[in-house]
């Protein structure tokens, strides 16, 4: 029997609004790079204050990712699926017709919740689709819906930069228009019905499935520590006593809850998958610097438009692809993890270096060093989790490496905002190059020293 993608029960149609559906989120993440100087100039705001639109993103999909994916295992994929995409769209019209920037923070924080939708329910339909024939997903399905994660978020930032120099940067928001009806389009006709789930059969309500109390409280705790990092040239220190309390009471609520929102048992017993969620968020906190704050440089310091900046950022988003194809056939973790930590020290180091009379050769190899890493991580780190993970729990495994990667996010927006204030520079630049520099120093000690990835290789 055939294997492939267009094979019985795993037909082109069921995975093409999947796919879809997929690429929205590590798209909008990234692409919003080239745009945050045109939208900070549009509004009278510095960086400091455009992070936000970075951060609100990546703060409702660290909690929406697990428990939309929670929500789809419980009560349906395709339900979840369609519904996230009905908030892409309304979120995509907000931020097209924004008055002011509140607005702007409304539609990214509503694109975070719609997207984190997709990845998860992907994920579920397959299982149900595999339970349905009697087989597995294909790994060649599999790599398709990794490849449309990572390939879109490598070329987010010069798909930005083309859209923000045609159309403006309100383009940013508006293309997910057409991409969300036509994802909804696509699913309400090829995604099957949801069988029943587990929680129809057992009765399960949603407060016993999705623990709220603790949702409620990682939310809270999350959003308390990020409004901290994003001012810390003026830090406000008693912020910390709420962040520790809320983080004692959800970690006391977790060890009680007989089915947590975070298993902090199964992590604390499961050291090789608590480094790999740790490698990833650093890993990750690393490439989003250079993914916004390299591009904000090049547009304020450097005078480059939201167009070239683009342009200079393709050999990143073109080794970005082309390693996610590799790292995605190879089976070892250890070789590209550790390649891909040294590339991002030596990145780091090299835009220590970097001003106002660079040579364009060394902004282009700068941008390469961090783009080979971007598609070793995400692969070898995917890998790992698989590996490390128990099978039981490989959903809400994978949910959390993608919470990880997206608190470095927020933690690299905050370095950013403290970096850069309200115009790049190249003394924001290396003083987050050096931040950069000594976390990939980290980086290379944490990857170096792991047993268990040597073992998997």
């Known amino acids: 029997m055939s294997t492939g993608a267009g094979s019985p029960g795993f037909s082109a149609r069921l995975t093409a609004p999947l796919l879809l559906g997929s690429l929205l989120n590590p798209l909008n993440t990234t692409m919003i790079s080239t745009a945050l100087v045109a939208i900070g100039h549009t509004f009278g705001i510095g960086a400091a ?47 097209a017709v924004a008055p002011s920037f509140g607005w702007l923070v409304v539609s990214r924080l509503l694109l975070g919740v719609g997207t984190s939708a997709a990845y998860p329910a992907a994920m579920s339909v397959l299982r149900d689709e595999g339970r349905r024939v009697g087989r597995p997903a294909p790994r060649t ?5 990794s490849f449309a994660a990572l390939g879109s978020a490598a070329v987010g930032p010069t798909l930005g930069g083309l859209l923000v120099a045609l159309v403006g940067w309100r383009g940013i928001f508006a293309v997910n228009l057409p991409v969300a009806l036509i994802a909804f389009a696509a699913g309400l006709i090829w995604i099957p019905k949801d069988p029943p789930r587990e929680s129809a059969v057992t009765g399960r ?30 830090p406000m220190w008693w912020l910390l006593a709420p962040f520790g309390v809320l983080t004692a009471v959800l970690v006391g609520w977790q060890l009680r809850r007989p089915r947590p929102f975070i298993d902090l048992r199964m992590l604390a ?24 704050g390299f591009t904000q440089w090049l547009e304020e310091a450097r005078d480059f438009s939201s167009g070239e900046t683009g342009v200079l950022l393709l050999p990143m988003s073109v080794a970005a692809l082309v390693c996610s194809l590799l790292g995605a056939r190879t089976k070892g973790i250890y070789g590209p993890l550790a390649l891909a930590c040294l590339l991002l020290t030596g990145g780091s180091v090299l835009l220590f270096f970097v001003g106002g ?12 060093c961090f783009g080979i890493p971007q598609g070793l991580i995400g692969t070898s780190n995917q890998a790992a989790v698989q590996a490390h993970a128990p099978p039981e ?26 970096a850069y204030g309200r115009q790049a520079g190249d003394g924001g630049l290396h003083l987050m190059a050096g931040v950069c520099a000594v976390l990939g120093l980290l980086l ?8 268990a990835l040597r073992a998997r290789s």
């Open 393 to 418: 729990s490989i959903g809400s495994a994978a949910g959390l490496q993608r919470t990880a990667q997206y608190i470095g996010a927020i933690a690299a927006s905050s370095l950013i905002a403290l």
């Open 49 to 95: 204050d455009t992070a936000w639109l970075i951060s609100v993103l990546y703060l409702a999909s660290a909690v929406g990712q697990p428990v939309l994916g929670k929500l789809a295992d419980s009560f349906g994929p395709r339900r979840v699926f369609l519904a996230g995409l009905v908030i892409v769209f309304a979120s995509g019209l907000i931020g």
């Open 444 to 451: 290379i000690v944490l990857t170096l020293t792991d047993r």
């Open 141 to 145: 399905v599999l790599a398709r819906v």
């Open 205 to 234: 309500s949603l407060r016993d499935t999705l623990d709220p109390l603790g949702i409620a409280l990682f939310s809270a705790a999350l959003t308390v520590l990020v409004f901290f990092l994003l001012d810390l040239a003026r």
């Open 357 to 368: 009379d660079t040579p364009l050769a060394v902004l282009l190899l700068a941008g390469a």
């Open 269 to 292: 017993g499961n050291g090789p998958l608590a480094r790999t969620y740790l490698r990833h968020g650093v890993s990750y906190l690393l490439i989003y610097c250079v993914m916004y």
